[in-house]
């Protein structure tokens, strides 16, 4: 691999970092509160199915 080559490569990053488009405070603000509460929902969810099934092999045994 030449030096150019590695030029050239670097050069291309740095053109489509440039294209990057950041999100807003209010957009960044948002997308975390929804995965908060994706994380929490399925979270309870689990929780119920694991305590449900331990039940149930309690009742098993």
């Known amino acids: 691999m ?4 590695v030029s050239k490569f670097f050069g291309e990053v740095r053109a489509e970092a440039r ?3 950041w999100p807003d405070r209010k957009e960044t ?5 929804m995965v908060v509460v994706m994380v929490l ?5 689990l ?3 694991d305590s449900t099934f331990s039940a149930l092999v309690q ?3």
């Not at 030449?2 to 080559?5: A, E, N, P």
């Not at 603000?29 to 509160?33: D, I, V």
């Not at 929902?41 to 969810?45: D, I, K, Q, V």
Request: charged letters at 5%.
């Open 41 to 45: 929902a399925l979270s309870l969810f």
């Open 29 to 33: 603000m948002q997308a975390t509160l």
């Open 2 to 5: 030449s030096i150019v080559t």
């Open 19 to 21: 294209k990057v488009v």
């Open 47 to 49: 929780w119920l199915v």
């Open 59 to 61: 009742l098993v045994i």
